[in-house]
């Protein structure tokens, strides 16, 4: 295959969590945390890690996933949020955290939704279970299939309430994965976790984010604890055009893990910059076509693409495009033609997959012709 390589002196990649190179001069701060994981929600690169795939009990961040769920359901029109849905006793008697909901009060999707994510109620939890699949068991079997397609490869539910259970577990990593999932497709419901108070049946009860209104810029997500998971906390942030998610697990206080999620935050945001390169569907280059009614098609990513670099030091990633020489003609907008390479201090860094931007039809009986002739000549001089 031949090789057509175009130099680009500024670019990056959208892998799921690829790595960024690390900064001397920018020690990742020093943490109590356990296992923490801070990531770009733009390019989903990470910028400090401790043990992100050390499997552990997720507590009441595992409501993020049920929420997931709830939230898929409202984009199903299975249910809505103002529809009402009676509080059973099995909800009711749930322990932990709780909305404070009485046995066959009927209670709006909506408010079930707050109960769970501003007050962490355990009973809100599983009567939105119960609400969406009739039963928690079912319910958890929904969640498990919903991990599995977003590739939480280690995580398994066994409730919906994040109760300690020796096969009830996620990660650092499926945590941060199923955070922007939720930012990502449901944005209409995203502004729920930043809530800081919530009152129902005469009961105000306080949101244990201690971020929210410390850090201006902190706008959720969730936390957790039971004794056996020690304190966890998701914080996420958005400052100017950049957003950021920490995820901190079995921190040693509450206070412990705001204030290692806020130095997470802050590292990010003060070491590091992400950029906006390109757009998706911005053409990079064009690409030599053979036996086709053009002789080149305009190439280009099928989204929008961000990279994340220690600050100032941008000029040392370069580039290479790779295309999939000979291309032969017909080309459908959106077929894979290349690969764009990406070094670091001339060290591998990522690579990207790039596609055909229009649509190239095949050209006459003279053109494929007199292509196939010089491809022949090229062959043999090869």
Not at 41 to 61: D, G, H, K
């Amino acid at each position: 295959m031949m090789k057509f390589f175009v130099f680009l002196a500024f670019f990056t990649s959208h892998l799921a969590f690829a790595q960024v190179p690390a900064r001397v001069n920018a020690p990742v701060p020093v943490l109590s945390s356990k296992s923490y994981l801070l990531v770009d929600f733009q390019s989903r690169q990470i910028l400090a890690a401790r043990n992100p795939n050390e499997r552990v009990e997720p507590a009441s961040l595992t409501k993020l996933m049920t929420a997931y769920i709830v939230f898929d359901a409202l984009r199903q029109k299975r249910i809505t949020l103002a529809q009402p849905f009676n509080v059973s006793e099995k909800a009711w008697h749930a322990p932990g955290a709780r909305m404070f909901l009485t046995v066959a009060e009927s209670v709006p999707v909506e408010a079930l939704l707050s109960g769970m994510i501003v007050q962490s109620g355990n009973d809100a939890a599983i009567a939105l279970a119960e609400s969406v699949a009739g039963t928690e068991e079912a319910f958890v079997d929904a969640m498990n299939r919903e991990a599995a397609r977003l590739g939480l490869m280690n995580s398994h539910f066994v409730n919906a309430t994040g109760l300690p259970h020796p096969q009830h577990y996620s990660t650092a990593s499926d945590l941060a994965a199923l955070s922007r999932a939720i930012m990502e497709e449901f944005p209409q419901y995203f502004p729920m976790y930043k809530v800081r108070e919530y009152r129902h049946n005469n009961i105000t009860q306080y949101n244990r984010n201690r971020l929210l209104g410390r850090d201006p810029f902190v706008d959720g997500l969730k936390t957790g604890y039971t004794e056996s998971a020690g304190f966890c906390m998701i914080a996420t942030a958005q400052r100017k055009d950049r957003r950021l998610i920490a995820v901190v697990l079995n921190a040693g206080s509450e206070n412990g893990r705001a204030v290692d999620a806020q130095k997470l935050l802050n590292y990010g945001f003060e070491a590091f910059d992400t950029i906006k390169l390109y757009a998706g569907g911005q053409p990079i280059h064009p690409l030599p076509v053979w036996k086709g009614n053009s002789n080149e098609l305009q190439a280009g990513l099928p989204n929008d693409y961000f990279v994340t670099l220690p600050a100032g030091f941008s000029e040392r990633l370069k580039a290479t495009l790779e295309s999939m020489q000979p291309l032969m003609a017909p080309i459908r907008a959106g077929d894979r033609v290349g690969t764009l390479r990406l070094t670091f201090d001339g060290k591998p860094f990522a690579e990207q997959n790039v596609v055909a931007l229009e649509n190239v039809g095949i050209a006459n009986l003279f053109i494929r012709s007199w292509h196939s002739l010089r491809l022949l000549y090229r062959s043999l001089s090869d």
